[in-house]
């Protein structure tokens, strides 16, 4: 891979880590600020459903925070856009789509077959 595509990957996986560090502490705000108490049992299961929601999303973004400093680990240590498996550059049309794989295609679509047969 060149190094202008190495650094365009980089800027990219910077922009959504900061991204998603904003939305956490967003959401950390939010939750701190405390939830006024409801009368009403409905309006208090409706917002607790809401909040689980949403942690279980902040949860989602959260390993993918980890995944996204890991691929910039990569980036710099020069294993960035290699197959863990097989050891094969990875499309980077593959990269473009999720940037912070760390198998290329075929073996991806290999383990999820013994994944999905149990072998």
Not at 7 to 17: A, G, T
Request: include cysteine.
């Amino acid at each position: 891979m060149n190094p202008e595509t190495v650094e365009y990957f980089r800027d990219l996986l910077q922009s959504k880590l900061e991204a998603l560090i904003g939305e956490a502490r967003h959401t950390v705000s939010d939750l701190s600020e405390g939830e006024e108490p409801y009368a009403d049992p409905t309006d208090r299961a409706t917002a607790e459903a809401d909040r689980n929601f949403v942690l279980r999303i902040r949860d989602r973004e959260r390993r993918l925070i980890q995944k996204i400093q890991e691929a910039l680990e990569r980036i710099e240590n020069g294993t960035y856009g290699y197959c863990d498996t097989c050891g094969e550059e990875i499309d980077e049309r593959r990269l473009a789509a999720r940037p912070v794989t760390t198998q290329c295609i075929d073996c991806k679509t290999e383990a999820e077959l013994r994944e999905k047969t149990g072998s």
